[in-house]
């Protein structure tokens, strides 16, 4: 087993057992926190898959970005200092049925998937090929990007805002 | 690791993701789990972009992913904020009304 594949496991059992840990705590900032562990166990990945402009866009839009949007989010809705930031989960057994049929039925189609589609390290692709495809290939997408970009922040500044009495 | 077991750990951590948007109340803790799913699913992306002919395509696809997560956590968080000056709580099952 090389390196890299140690690796990869080490960080497929951070990512397994911080994101198990995000979704059964009941205290809300403890899931903000261990969401940062399994976001950065992600970049990791991102890395070992030889995708480090993708890492680097992880940490800085991921952790740098919403993680820190979720925690004001949090301590922004004044739960946090007078009821309780405990949200336990509900309907636990179902939810959990649910889970794993959709998890094997994912399985079966990846196995099947896999069967027939031949798998071949593709060759390495840097930040200049992506930065040549987005502005080529990918041009509409990219102008649309810009465009929501803006409509969201009139939106979110639009939405948050106070009325005025 | 293989392709395919880096397909099943994406595949592990959509679900879990979906597990806590079904099992949570509170809409922040919703938001999490969602950042949960599109995390799997780039895992994926970059998974196939690596090991198939999809080739970097892949990585394209998953800059506009995490754009558009961002976008929807900024919205998200907005109309959380929302609901909470409305109703004083953001548990979602008391968010019934359209019209507050």
Not at chain 1, 12 to 26: E, H, K, P, R, T
């Amino acid at each position: 087993m090389t390196v890299l594949a140690v690796l990869q496991y080490i960080l497929s059992v951070m990512i397994v057992l911080s994101a198990v840990y995000v979704v059964l705590s009941g205290n809300l900032v403890r899931a903000a926190f261990a969401l940062f562990f399994t976001l950065f166990a992600v970049a990791g990945f991102y890395l070992t898959l030889k995708a480090e402009l993708i890492a680097g866009f992880q940490i800085l839009v991921y952790v740098g970005g919403i993680l820190i949007i979720i925690l004001f989010g949090i301590m922004l809705t004044p739960e946090y200092f007078k009821i309780r930031v405990f949200s336990e989960p509900v309907r636990i057994f179902p939810a959990a049925i649910i889970s794993l049929i959709l998890f094997f039925a994912v399985y079966v189609v990846g196995y099947e998937m896999f069967y027939i589609m031949n798998t071949a390290e593709q060759p390495y692709t840097g930040t200049y090929d992506i930065g040549v495809m987005l502005l080529s290939n990918y041009i509409l997408p990219f102008e649309a990007a810009s465009l929501v970009l803006l409509v969201v922040l009139i939106g979110a500044a639009v939405l948050s805002r106070r009325e005025v009495k | 690791m293989s392709p395919f077991e880096i397909f099943l750990l994406a595949d592990a951590l959509f679900v879990i993701g979906i597990f806590g948007v079904l099992t949570r109340k509170n809409a922040i803790a919703i938001l999490i789990s969602v950042e949960l799913i599109l995390n799997g699913v780039n895992l994926n992306l970059i998974n196939f972009a690596r090991n198939t002919a999809l080739g970097a395509k892949g990585q394209v696809f998953v800059l506009f992913v995490i754009l558009l997560a961002a976008l929807e956590a900024a919205l998200g968080i907005a109309i959380i904020l929302g609901i909470y000056r409305s109703l004083k709580k953001i548990d979602v099952d008391e968010a019934r009304v359209l019209r507050g």
